[in-house]
């Protein structure tokens, strides 16, 4: 039975839906893969940190998980391109204040997993810190740089602006 004017079947007009939204969707995924894509990895000072001697550990034990946590896991906190001597130097000084060119690296791993999947950096350039954050989903997989706006860390570590930003601040060996 013919429709009156240029107006075509039902069932045209369902398929004509079904491929814009497959369209659509494929474009999604392939626009969503080159933006994960797209992410930096990190530099070899970043994935390196364990075998430098710069690098230190600021927390005597794994830092656990809180409810607030946007790096939700078990966490440890290292301070690189410094020594334990200027590290005791700058225990004492108020307010607290990491000199130029400090790294804090932290490193997240979720519960039941022993792979760490995050690497957070701030490094102080020019007097501000530079905030990077790479994550990876499985431990086989390379580690990239997410798109976080830097305000989005300023907000949150502003809480600490005394100890210049930094929640976790360096815990000595006890004698």
């Not at 839906?17 to 970043?46: K, M």
């Not at 005597?60 to 078990?74: N, V």
Request: hydrophobic share 35%; charged share 25%; with cysteine.
């Amino acid at each position: 039975m013919p429709l009156a004017g240029n107006r075509q079947p039902r069932r045209f007009e369902g398929e004509f839906v079904l491929r814009n939204i497959i369209h659509i969707g494929v474009s999604l995924l392939i626009g969503l893969s080159g933006l994960v894509a797209c992410g930096e990895t990190p530099p070899d000072e970043v994935l390196n940190y364990a075998q430098r001697d710069d690098c230190i550990r600021l927390n005597r034990e794994e830092i656990p998980p809180t409810a607030s946590d946007p790096h939700l896991g078990f966490k440890n906190v290292y301070v690189c391109n410094s020594s334990l001597e200027d590290l005791l130097l700058l225990e004492d000084q108020t307010p607290f204040v990491y000199p130029e060119g400090t790294m804090i690296l932290k490193t997240s791993r979720r519960e039941h997993q022993d792979y760490i999947w995050l690497i957070a950096t701030a490094e102080k350039l020019d007097g501000r810190w530079d905030w990077v954050e790479y994550k990876r989903n499985f431990e086989n997989e390379d580690f990239l740089s997410i798109p976080v706006s830097q305000d989005v860390c300023v907000d949150c570590h502003k809480k600490v602006i005394d100890s210049d930003l930094i929640f976790t601040s360096f815990q000595a060996d006890e004698p």
